[in-house]
């Protein structure tokens, strides 16, 4: 099985201490969404996906507070974040990370510089390939960045570390989309 993760630190689920507004996955071919997340809600330890049901579990009691749009998801920065596991048949348009399979995450991210905290990571329960991050940057020097990792089934990094130019963890609402 594997295990779509929001706001975790791997393998701890450590989250960064910031606010998220809407996650949005467009898978294709189907040229349609996968999942859309507008993370403005949370009743029942969950969160909806307004597109296939694909709901995101809370952990830690994250807090609701004002966002870009409407309301977003603030995170402690130690135990907070949202999980999504899912069956390996595809029905639910997850996993996102497939060959052959283009695919674009986008989100909203307020949060001050942070080093090594997860905003997207996607995995398996049961080994560390394939892995899919999108995190605050590695090192001190880097931290107030964003840092992508994308490492295949084999354990082969196809993207290693790729740094934004441009800080985003600044304490202001950044956009962050990602195009595979």
Do not use: M
């Not at 450590?14 to 809600?41: E, H, K, M, Q």
């Not at 049901?53 to 994250?62: F, W």
């Not at 348009?93 to 060959?99: I, K, R, Y």
């Amino acid at each position: 099985p594997a295990l779509l993760w929001f706001r975790g630190s791997y393998p701890t689920f450590t989250s960064f201490s910031t606010s998220i507004v809407g996650l949005l996955t467009n898978s294709f071919p189907r040229a349609s969404l996968a999942a859309y997340w507008p993370l403005d809600t949370g009743s029942g330890g969950t969160t909806p996906d307004s597109v296939l049901g694909n709901n995101l579990t809370l952990y830690g009691g994250p807090t609701i507070t004002g966002g870009v749009i409407s309301n977003a998801f603030s995170f402690n920065g130690s135990s907070q974040y949202l999980s999504r596991g899912y069956d390996p048949d595809g029905s639910s348009g997850l996993p996102l990370c497939q060959p052959g399979r283009a695919y674009t995450v986008a989100l909203w991210v307020r949060g001050a510089a942070q080093t090594a905290k997860y905003l997207v990571a996607e995995s398996s329960t049961t080994n560390n390939s394939p892995l899919f991050l999108l995190q605050t940057g590695q090192s001190a020097g880097s931290n107030s960045k964003l840092d992508v990792y994308l490492r295949t089934t084999a354990g082969g990094a196809l993207v290693n570390h790729f740094v934004s130019l441009r800080p985003v963890f600044d304490g202001t609402w950044h956009h962050v989309a990602y195009v595979d």
